[in-house]
């Protein structure tokens, strides 16, 4: 299975061009997306080449989730605690962004091993902003308590007008995804695959991952939810992380690898869509080859006398051959 990364490709090399290029004093104006609707503006002035604006658009949050002006609750301090003073928030934010962040390229490490990880941690910005809820209930997970002025039952944006679910505890954090595709061939192919990887998950080498459970309806847990977000068309995927899940550097990919969850199954039921529609082209290739080969020479012999009794008449000919 082939994991996305955490780090924006395309930001992280807009950041490494400008640190190479901080003395030309170019200007730079810039949008590009990521999936699920995560939207990037990026900054230079011509006067100011030290200086860098990074504008970020989330999702637009469905109405069960908790915002904070504009971020999920603890991006604002997530921010502040991965990048220090080399980046300042500013306030309000762009127009039509949930973040703008003002990054000071003059204050990057001097050392270039430390200077292209602070710059691979600013371009993983995304895991930064939407994983701070997760990070925050993991790190109270790891010390077996919960965090303070939790509810019941947590919703988190994920997806435009998405959500998923935890429900924190002291021993375990139950993680719940109502799984939702607009395509019907998505659905099946999604609802097969969920089922396949739960069925994995029973496999000897798996004994340490977190428990996996895929259901039709909606699992206890989500008792108390709105009805709008219990609807689903492939299935509801619940998970159920222990302190073991997310000690020392595996809070990291527990935090990405579950904000980006459905991002990875739908990329998976593309490329299994894809690789069908490929074998069944060349299925129908080789079937036409064979049908080809299986002619007797009589039939090729018949179709090529039928092609060369055709004869080109003079315009003479045909009119002695109207007349009477």
């Not at 230079?44 to 504008?55: E, H, N, T």
């Not at 962040?101 to 003059?106: F, T």
């Not at 069908?276 to 020479?297: C, G, N, Y």
């Amino acid at each position: 299975m082939i994991l996305l990364q955490s780090p924006s490709r395309f930001l992280l090399q807009v950041l490494l061009n400008r640190v190479q290029n901080i003395d030309k004093g170019v200007e730079l104006d810039c949008q590009f997306a990521e999936f699920d609707d995560v939207r990037y503006h990026i900054q230079v002035a011509m006067r100011y080449p030290q200086f860098m604006q990074l504008s970020m658009s989330l999702p637009i949050p469905p109405p069960e989730t908790i915002f904070f002006d504009g971020l999920p609750f603890g991006a604002i301090e997530a921010i502040k605690a991965e990048y220090g003073g080399v980046v300042q928030i500013l306030d309000p934010p762009r127009d039509g962004y949930n973040l703008t962040m003002k990054i000071n390229l003059a204050k990057l490490p001097v050392d270039e091993e430390e200077q292209y990880d602070l710059l691979v941690r600013i371009a993983s910005l995304r895991e930064v902003v939407l994983g701070a809820p997760l990070r925050l209930i993991f790190k109270h997970l790891a010390s077996k308590t919960v965090a303070p002025g939790l509810d019941r039952l947590v919703a988190l944006v994920h997806r435009p007008k998405e959500s998923f679910f935890l429900v924190p505890g002291a021993d375990k954090v139950t993680v719940v995804f109502p799984m939702r595709f607009k395509d019907s061939v998505d659905i099946i192919l999604a609802t097969s695959f969920l089922q396949e990887f739960v069925e994995a998950r029973r496999t000897a080498g798996l004994n340490n991952a977190p428990p996996c459970l895929w259901s039709p309806t909606p699992p206890l847990e989500l008792e108390g939810a709105p009805s709008e977000a219990l609807t689903a068309n492939a299935g509801f995927v619940t998970f159920v992380i222990f302190p073991r899940h997310v000690e020392g550097r595996k809070l990291d990919r527990a935090v990405w690898s579950l904000s980006t969850f459905h991002a990875y199954v739908s990329y998976h039921v593309k490329c299994s869509e894809g690789f069908m529609h490929t074998r069944m082209r060349r299925r129908v290739e080789s079937l036409i080859q064979a049908l080809d080969r299986a002619k007797t020479d009589t039939e090729k012999s018949k179709n090529t006398t039928q092609s060369n009794s055709f004869k080109r008449l003079s315009l003479k000919e045909i009119q002695s051959s109207s007349d009477p």
